[in-house]
């Protein structure tokens, strides 16, 4: 059963750099897009950007000038960096799986979710 | 602001049905399909419906969807208490060239 695990530092001081790493266990990246996806507490979800395993990646406009994502397919692991963050950038988050038989838009896995808070 | 618009919450009684509404526009709903997803409090989301109608294994016949146009609706018939949680629409947009949310509705069994 594939499982997806993030993590990262859950405090990051504003104008610094956001890491965090997705860790896919039980299953293969490949033939896979990967996607960050975050929710500012009490609010909705919001699309960060998706890699497929070749390494393609797409970003949401709103957020490209800052977001760079990766893939590291020896260890089973898509990586995201958020540069200049503000207290904005406060929220769980998600790493999910797309591209299986439900369809390349239907986000099939989920991580359980990491909260990052920007504060000094 | 979410690019999908639906009803902030929505309730009912159990065994009721429920439907919650998804609203878009040409670029996303009326060009792609839709899925949904349900939220338990505390939770990841879990994949509900996908292919504006499919069920993926496991998740209960009593959830439906259909989609006319930029529209779409997911009802849930014979409602239980485990159903509380908050439900987001997704699709695909053209324009922004990746997926959109709605903005969540949560919903309540009295």
């Known amino acids: 059963q594939v499982q997806l695990q993030e993590s990262g530092p859950g405090l990051v001081k504003p104008s610094e750099t956001l890491s965090l790493t997705c860790t896919v266990s039980?299953?293969?990246?490949?033939?896979?897009?990967w996607s960050w996806i975050r929710q500012p507490p009490g609010k909705g979800l919001e699309y960060i950007g998706y890699?497929?395993?070749?390494?393609?990646?797409n970003y949401n406009p709103s957020l490209k000038s800052r977001v760079t994502m990766s893939v590291d397919t020896s260890k089973n692991q898509i990586s995201l960096k958020l540069s200049s963050v503000t207290a904005a950038d406060t929220a769980v988050y998600y790493c999910?799986?797309?591209?299986?038989?439900?369809?390349?838009?239907?986000?099939?896995?989920w991580g359980q979710g990491t909260m990052v808070s920007v504060s000094s | 602001q979410a690019v999908l618009t639906q009803p902030p919450s929505a309730s009912g009684a159990p065994g009721q049905r429920v439907t919650i509404s998804c609203s878009g526009s040409?670029?996303?709903?009326?060009?792609?399909?839709l899925s949904w997803y349900q939220q338990l409090p505390g939770t990841a989301p879990k994949l509900l419906m996908y292919?504006?109608?499919q069920r993926p294994s496991g998740v209960p016949d009593r959830f439906s969807c259909s989609k006319s146009g930029t529209s779409a609706s997911l009802a849930i018939s014979g409602l239980q208490s485990e159903d509380e949680a908050d439900y987001y629409c997704?699709?695909?947009?053209?324009?922004?060239?990746?997926?959109?949310f709605g903005g969540g509705t949560k919903l309540t069994v009295l």
């Open positions: 040409s670029s996303n709903i009326g060009r792609n399909t």
């Open positions: 890699m497929y395993y070749t390494g393609s990646t």
């Open positions: 039980g299953g293969s990246i490949s033939n896979f897009y």
């Open positions: 292919s504006n109608t």
């Open positions: 997704a699709a695909w947009d053209d324009s922004l060239s990746g997926p959109v």
């Open positions: 999910a799986r797309a591209g299986s038989a439900y369809g390349s838009d239907a986000f099939d896995i």
